[in-house]
């Protein structure tokens, strides 16, 4: 049975950092391209950063372009998403979730998302 626990969350203030990270278990990791995603209260999930199998390529929403890295370690089957200069707007829970290529998870929350998430991570921006 696939397993996605996320951690790393917690309360910051605006203009600090987190990172998070996210373990899977039944599966093989180094199989799928890997993404994260939020969700604001009130609002709906969406589609934060991804990244392939190999490292080869990132992707990120428009809203965390440049404070945000996604990244991988094969080795260990970690996904991280290190959040730098966080904003009251960064306020969510954060989720990961596996596809077969890193298309799909940018268009995941469009197809109605996925059967199955993690408990996520909740990270709060506040002063």
């Known amino acids: 049975q696939v397993q996605l626990v996320e951690s790393g969350g917690g309360p910051v203030l605006p203009g600090g950092s987190l990172r998070l990270s996210c373990v899977a278990s039944?599966?093989?990791?180094?199989?799928?391209?890997w993404g994260w995603f939020r969700q604001a209260p009130g609002k709906e999930r969406e589609f934060v950063a991804a990244?392939?199998?190999?490292?080869?390529?990132?992707s990120y929403a428009d809203a965390v372009k440049g404070p945000f890295t996604v990244s991988i370690d094969k080795e260990k089957g970690l996904l991280f998403l290190q959040m730098n200069d966080l904003k009251p707007e960064d306020t969510g829970t954060y989720y990961c979730?596996?596809?077969?290529?890193?298309?799909?998870?940018?268009?995941?929350?469009?197809?109605?998302?996925?059967?199955?998430w993690g408990q996520g991570t909740q990270v709060t921006v506040s002063s």
């Open positions: 990244i392939t199998r190999t490292s080869g390529y990132r």
């Open positions: 039944g599966l093989t990791f180094r199989y799928y391209d």
């Open positions: 979730n596996k596809d077969d290529n890193a298309y799909g998870l940018e268009r995941a929350m469009k197809r109605g998302g996925y059967d199955y």
